[in-house]
Protein backbone atom coordinates (compact mmCIF):
# COMPACT_ATOMS: atom_id res chain seq x y z
CA UNK A 1 0.00 0.00 0.00
CA UNK A 2 1.54 3.82 -0.97
CA UNK A 3 -0.60 5.97 0.40
CA UNK A 4 -0.94 9.45 -0.45
CA UNK A 5 -2.41 12.84 0.30
CA UNK A 6 -3.79 15.39 -2.06
CA UNK A 7 -5.70 18.73 -1.25
CA UNK A 8 -8.55 19.89 -2.63
CA UNK A 9 -10.22 23.10 -2.84
CA UNK A 10 -14.22 23.02 -1.85
CA UNK A 11 -16.28 25.22 -4.45
CA UNK A 12 -19.05 25.15 -2.35
CA UNK A 13 -19.33 26.62 1.07
CA UNK A 14 -19.59 24.16 3.78
CA UNK A 15 -22.51 23.11 5.18
CA UNK A 16 -24.24 20.20 6.78
CA UNK A 17 -25.62 18.64 3.44
CA UNK A 18 -21.74 18.77 2.12
CA UNK A 19 -20.42 17.58 5.49
CA UNK A 20 -22.75 14.33 5.55
CA UNK A 21 -21.07 14.08 1.48
CA UNK A 22 -17.86 14.23 2.98
CA UNK A 23 -18.46 11.70 5.39
CA UNK A 24 -20.39 9.26 2.88
CA UNK A 25 -16.92 9.34 1.00
CA UNK A 26 -14.85 7.52 3.23
CA UNK A 27 -16.81 4.52 1.86
CA UNK A 28 -15.21 5.13 -1.76
CA UNK A 29 -12.42 2.36 -2.24
CA UNK A 30 -9.22 3.67 -1.74
CA UNK A 31 -9.57 6.35 0.46
CA UNK A 32 -8.54 6.00 3.84
CA UNK A 33 -9.11 9.74 5.00
CA UNK A 34 -10.74 12.75 4.36
CA UNK A 35 -10.02 15.86 6.71
CA UNK A 36 -10.74 19.66 6.25
CA UNK A 37 -7.96 22.14 6.14
CA UNK A 38 -7.49 25.83 4.86
CA UNK A 39 -10.52 27.22 7.59
CA UNK A 40 -12.66 24.54 5.95
CA UNK A 41 -12.16 25.62 2.51
CA UNK A 42 -10.51 23.06 1.69
CA UNK A 43 -10.08 18.87 2.03
CA UNK A 44 -7.06 16.56 1.97
CA UNK A 45 -7.61 13.22 1.11
CA UNK A 46 -5.15 10.44 2.17
CA UNK A 47 -5.49 7.44 -0.35
CA UNK A 48 -4.13 3.96 -1.36
CA UNK A 49 -2.16 5.30 -4.57
CA UNK A 50 -1.66 1.58 -5.94
CA UNK A 51 -5.92 1.66 -5.91
CA UNK A 52 -6.54 4.93 -6.89
CA UNK A 53 -5.05 7.78 -9.00
CA UNK A 54 -5.60 11.92 -7.98
CA UNK A 55 -7.70 11.80 -10.88
CA UNK A 56 -9.55 9.39 -10.10
CA UNK A 57 -10.15 10.46 -6.67
CA UNK A 58 -11.64 13.77 -8.06
CA UNK A 59 -13.83 12.20 -10.69
CA UNK A 60 -15.37 9.92 -7.34
CA UNK A 61 -15.38 12.78 -5.11
CA UNK A 62 -17.34 14.73 -7.68
CA UNK A 63 -19.63 11.75 -8.38
CA UNK A 64 -20.21 11.33 -4.23
CA UNK A 65 -21.41 15.07 -4.84
CA UNK A 66 -18.37 16.78 -3.66
CA UNK A 67 -17.76 19.88 -5.89
CA UNK A 68 -13.83 20.23 -5.70
CA UNK A 69 -10.98 21.45 -7.86
CA UNK A 70 -6.92 20.26 -7.23
CA UNK A 71 -5.22 22.53 -6.30
Not at 15 to 39: C, F, N
Amino acid sequence: MTKVQRRFRLKNTLDESLMQQIADAHSIYGIERIMLSGGNSEITVEFDATRLTAGQVESALRSAGIPVEAV
